[in-house]
Each structure stands twice: as structure tokens, then as C-alpha cells.
């Protein structure tokens, strides 16, 4: 039996309870979170990963909860499916919740586009009165080198690197003033449809600096790509809208983080990494030890 067949027959069982025959059963994404299209409209998402650090519901009930108050101030993102309770629901032990098929449009966001739309769900954001954990993704990557230890997925040098890395960003950012953030705002969390620009995936949330988020967006372009032209317009359009200017040290601090945070996750996330992942987790590592 292949190993998706029990979450596709989750999500659609789930969906056939709650009065909608799917008609279709199209794999979107299949990784820790599997991601299918049932409908026209109905796409479910399914956590596949019974073995990795985040187990239970809690935090797809935080996610839930972020994304309802998202749409419904009119923020730019996804929309869950109207059609479904919110959940979040599990069936034959997998969690799922279920979504709006949006549809996508082959063109470049613009930074000035990207660096708005981000300001927008921060400012909706800032009125979300449910606690949030500190500093969650980076605290969490601090206790998943303990697994990455225990399992022998990274030598001694790089745990103690990123300890280092990620132990030291925590006593710098947590005294900055936090407010609620997307937690991974990366460009494979950022969809251009023709509904515009819109994020999505909000199980990272937590409270943290905006350079955080910021930092999120810009690192590919600014390390990676030297594409400065591209990271400069992200955090002018964020500034202007925003009224005011970001915190440089805190934005430097959080590229560190990120870095770090994306070096530990990657065993979890990608544990048969293609030649391109491996290259691009070298060159964090690279980056993070020149530091």
C-alpha cells in the first residue's frame, strides 16, 4: 500500500462526512504534509508525519484559529474552505483542515507587492488576542538538535555551531518588542493567484520581532542570490507602509536565526535530500560558521 493512501482516505472521509463528495484526488504536495485537491475548491491538508517533533493538535488549532482571523479582516490570504467546520478534524489518526483552492498565476511577485501584503497580515495580526508562544520556531529548533544528536544526523561541530547560533539569537531577540508574525515567511508560503498576492501556512506563528518575518522573506535574495535590488524593495515597501524604519540589528540577528533554524529543520524536512537541498544546506552552514 503506498504509504499515502491512509491520509487521501482520511481527507476523504473527512470530506464525504461533512457533505461533500470529493470528485478528484490531485497531490499538491506530498512531504510531512500531504496536500490534495478533492473539488473545485476543496483542498485538504493532511500531517503525514507521525514520528517528527510536532505531534497532537494544538498547533493546527493555532494555525486554524490565526488563519480564520487572517480572512476575516480582510487580510491577504488563503481562505479555509467555507463549506467544512474549521477543525481541526482527525481521522484514522491524521490531522486535517481543509482549504479554498486558489488558483495560481505564473508571474514573479513584485517585492514592493511582497513587502505590503506582509505589513497588511502584521497589521491585521496585531489584533489576534490568543496567547502565542515566544520565539516558538527558534526555541523549538533549540530542543530538535537534541533529535538530530540521538539519530547521529549531524556531526558534533555543526550541532555545537548551531546551538551557538540559535541559543545567542534567543537572548538578543527576546528582549525586543514582539508582536504577532507569520513564523516561516518564505516565498513557498507567499502565492501569486488570480486573487492576488496571499500567504498561507500559519502553523508557525508566534510572537517575535517583524524582522523576523522580514528576515524570512529576504534571506534567499540577500545571501544566496545577491539580489539586493530584489530584499531592498521587500523592506522599503514594509517601511513605508509600516510608517517607520525596521531595526537593522534585530533584522541582522534574525537572518543569523534563520539560517540556523532552516540548518536544523533540514534532516526532519528533507530526510533524502536532492544534490540542489544538499548544496543549499552547505552553504548555510558555511555561511553560519564564517560568522
Request: aromatic content about 8%; hydrophobic content about 40%; proline content about 8%.
Amino acid at each position: 500500500m503506498p504509504a499515502s493512501d491512509l491520509p487521501i482516505r482520511a481527507a476523504t472521509e473527512t470530506a464525504i462526512a461533512h457533505g461533500i463528495v470529493p470528485d478528484r484526488c490531485e497531490i499538491l504536495q506530498d512531504g510531512n504534509t500531504l496536500v490534495l485537491r478533492l473539488t473545485e475548491t476543496l483542498v485538504a491538508r493532511v500531517v503525514q508525519d507521525r514520528d517528527g517533533p510536532r505531534q497532537g493538535m494544538a498547533w493546527f488549532a493555532r494555525e486554524n484559529a490565526v488563519a480564520q482571523h487572517l480572512a476575516k479582516h480582510g487580510a491577504p490570504v488563503i481562505p479555509m474552505h467555507p463549506d467544512i467546520p474549521p477543525g481541526p478534524h482527525e481521522h484514522l489518526g491524521y490531522p486535517i483542515n481543509f482549504w479554498r483552492f486558489v488558483t495560481r498565476i505564473d508571474e514573479e511577485p513584485k517585492p514592493e507587492a511582497v513587502g505590503r501584503t506582509l505589513f497588511h497580515c502584521h497589521q491585521v495580526l496585531s489584533a489576534f488576542t490568543e496567547s502565542l508562544p515566544q520565539l516558538a520556531i527558534i526555541t523549538e529548533a533549540i530542543h530538535l538538535l537534541e533529535t538530530l544528536e540521538r539519530r547521529d544526523l549531524f556531526p558534533k561541530a555543526t550541532l555545537e555551531l548551531l546551538d551557538r547560533h540559535l541559543t545567542n539569537s534567543v537572548n538578543v531577540l527576546a528582549v525586543l518588542p514582539h508582536r504577532p508574525l507569520h513564523g516561516d515567511a518564505h516565498y513557498g508560503n507567499l502565492m501569486n493567484t488570480t486573487d492576488g498576492l496571499l500567504w498561507t501556512d500559519w502553523e508557525d506563528t508566534f510572537a517575535g520581532p517583524v524582522e523576523w518575518d522580514l528576515s524570512s522573506i529576504i534571506w534567499n535574495a540577500r545571501i544566496i542570490d545577491e539580489d539586493h535590488d530584489t530584499a531592498d524593495g521587500i523592506l522599503e515597501a514594509y517601511q513605508e507602509a509600516a510608517r517607520g524604519p525596521i531595526d537593522r540589528t534585530a533584522l541582522w540577528q534574525s537572518m543569523i536565526a534563520r539560517a540556523a533554524v532552516m540548518s536544523a529543520w533540514y534532516p526532519v524536512l528533507y530526510p533524502d535530500p536532492s544534490p540542489e537541498r544538499r548544496e543549499k544546506l552547505k552553504f548555510r552552514l558555511d555561511w553560519l560558521g564564517r560568522l
